[in-house]
């Protein structure tokens, strides 16, 4: 990965307009992080890494979770009751609305959008703005599954597939937008990537898949991400900033809301699941 640093306001909105433009074979995805020491992991693995849980018993939970969500969800949520139980993608989309960790990882396809995660808690920290080549990294995976010109997913999706039903399969990422955006994810333009390799940093999986190896996490190698560091010192700006952009807590959240006793219960009992495995 390739490590830059910003160090004003007139930087970032130059480099900004480049990013939007994409790559050569497609658009770029971003991500903000307020501490530029976390790394490039979903909700669920960050979890389970920190439980130290074997693959075979993540995979379990993963399952365990999924099946709970649907017992509880499909019967009080309009959209869960038209999913089918193999709808896994769908599934796991709704339950990221929800707080539930899953293997998803949020993206945006606005380099303000990022930049708004990555100024505006931790302030104390350094915070990390990371862009993704996902054009290249769609265009690699179809490209080898002899099919450039069909769906940029499918074999990514086909290999997940598998994955999760632990049948023989090779390292894939999809990169994917919901079919059905909530106002949140329209807010913040969001994207996901989804990988096969349920407890492995996605910066590490993307890179090995176009690389063909796997390779050390430094900037000297290849990379399909670049890490921007925003000095803590900026952040405060850049707030100020952003809010004069109208990219505010109010615009990014506008469907903010309370959670309700039965959503909190729910967390919790996905939080005894986790700790019952330690």
């Not at 690699?140 to 002899?146: D, F, K, L, V, Y």
């Not at 925003?230 to 100020?240: D, N, S």
Request: charged residues 30%; glycine residues 6%.
């Amino acid at each position: 990965m390739r490590i830059h640093r910003i160090e004003d306001w007139e930087t970032f909105v130059a480099s900004a307009a480049r990013w939007t433009i994409g790559g050569l074979n497609g658009p770029n995805v971003f991500r903000g992080h307020a501490d530029e020491d976390w790394d490039l992991c979903p909700s669920l693995m960050r979890k389970l890494n920190e439980r130290c849980i074997s693959l075979d018993r993540a995979m379990t939970i993963e399952r365990r979770i999924l099946e709970r969500f649907q017992g509880c969800y499909q019967g009080r949520d309009d959209y869960c009751a038209q999913l089918k139980k193999t709808d896994l993608l769908s599934w796991w989309e709704t339950m990221q609305h929800y707080s539930v960790p899953t293997r998803l990882l949020d993206w945006t396809k606005s380099p303000y959008a990022a930049l708004y995660f990555t100024v505006s808690a931790s302030v104390d920290k350094n915070g990390a703005l990371f862009i993704m080549d996902a054009g290249h990294l769609q265009w690699i995976q179809a490209t080898r599954a002899r099919d450039p010109e069909g769906a940029p997913n499918l074999a990514a999706f086909q290999e997940l597939d598998k994955s999760v039903n632990g049948d023989p399969y090779e390292k894939s990422m999809g990169v994917i937008s919901s079919p059905i955006p909530n106002a949140r994810m329209l807010a913040q333009h969001s994207s996901f990537t989804i990988s096969t390799e349920l407890l492995e940093s996605h910066d590490v999986t993307g890179d090995e898949i176009v690389f063909g190896r796997c390779i050390n996490r430094d900037e000297t190698n290849p990379s399909l991400f670049d890490k921007f560091v925003v000095p803590k010192e900026l952040k405060g700006e850049f707030t100020e900033r952003l809010s004069r952009e109208k990219i505010t807590q109010e615009a990014i959240f506008p469907d903010s809301r309370v959670m309700d006793k039965e959503s909190q219960a729910f967390l919790a009992g996905i939080r005894d699941i986790l700790d019952e495995s330690r």
